[in-house]
């Protein structure tokens, strides 16, 4: 039982405060931030992203998952740019500051 327990809290582990990256986000990411603020959601994205930030690395897995089937129907390079973008926990930070330096201009 404690190693289901452990395996669990590293599932959802957030770890220590990473520095902040400021390395321009993917074009897919960049393209999800300008729509986002095109349509006046910073606010609903900004809290949909924080609520998400323990489960940003469970669903960049979960999307690769599913790539080979996208990849098929021709819809595979965005998503894999998403998917990979996400395995860094510090992408839900940077995607949350570009929009708000959108929503700022």
Known sequence: ???FIAKIKHAFAVGPENPVDDSPLPQALERLAQGVVDRGLETMAIVFLES??????????????????????????????????????????????????????
Do not use: K
Request: proline share 4%; net charge negative.
């Open 52 to 105: 998400i930030r323990p489960l940003n690395f469970m669903t960049s897995q979960a999307m690769w998952a599913v790539w080979p089937v996208l990849e098929a129907a021709g819809a595979g390079n965005d998503f894999a740019q998403v998917a990979q973008a996400l395995e860094d926990r510090r992408t839900i930070d940077r995607l949350i500051r570009r929009i708000e330096e959108l929503a700022a201009r």
């Open 1 to 3: 039982m404690g190693e």
